[in-house]
């Protein structure tokens, strides 16, 4: 698991899924998403159709719930157990992109958050973020969060238009760098995903190959 990274988010509906998408075109990674809440609305199933060779790249979810809520939740109400300890990692030899689900301490099970996921499997993250009224806050929370636990932070990823101020403030405060924006994309496919990909490329690799040499 040396080669997997972590997609986390500060919030949920913040766009970590599309993010995962352009992020997994850029560097050529796998994708795989280990619990699925919403079983008619499995993340999986979009990001075959953005990816070229999706259907070779992303992986099968460890856990698919009937409901679309907090994992915790919809596990109690469809009776299932999640222990993220067990989970049976997919087999690649390329990077692989594990997005996690809802904000950074989301329940990933009964008892246990995303974050522990991510420290458990020593995971570094790429944290998506977007600016709204109080993106900032939630920004520099999950920044917190991730740090007292050990987690390396590669950096923060924006989805969407830029706000300067606030961009400048969470760089400053958070320590971590801004690597990459994702603008908004209207129309969803294979070419939009690729046109993002390249424009965020060059500093998703710098980041990975500082990182990789440390």
Do not use: C
Request: hydrophobic fraction near 45%; glycine fraction near 8%.
């Amino acid at each position: 698991m040396n080669k997997s990274i972590a997609i986390a988010g500060i919030h949920t509906g913040i766009g970590k899924t599309i993010a995962s998408a352009v992020v997994a075109e850029a560097i050529g990674a796998d994708y795989w998403k280990p619990v699925q809440a919403g079983k008619d609305q499995r993340d999986a199933l979009l990001i075959k159709e953005l990816l070229t060779n999706g259907e070779q790249r992303v992986h099968e979810e460890e856990i698919i719930l009937s409901e679309p809520l907090s994992p915790h939740a919809a596990a109690a109400i469809d009776g299932v157990a999640i222990d993220f300890r067990t989970f049976k990692w997919p087999a690649t030899d390329k990077t692989l992109l594990i997005e996690t689900a809802g904000g950074v301490l989301s329940p990933i099970s009964a008892d246990s958050t995303m974050a522990d996921f991510i420290a458990f499997y020593n995971l570094p993250v790429l944290l998506v973020s977007m600016n709204y009224l109080g993106s900032i806050n939630h920004t520099l929370m999950s920044i917190e969060v991730l740090k007292n636990r050990g987690i390396k932070i590669l950096g923060v990823i924006m989805n969407g238009l830029e706000n300067e101020q606030s961009e400048l403030f969470i760089r400053q405060y958070g320590g971590v760098p801004l690597i990459a924006r994702i603008l908004f994309i209207s129309t969803l496919d294979n070419d939009s995903i690729k046109r993002r990909a390249l424009q965020i490329k060059p500093a998703l690799l710098q980041i990975l190959h500082d990182a990789n040499n440390q």
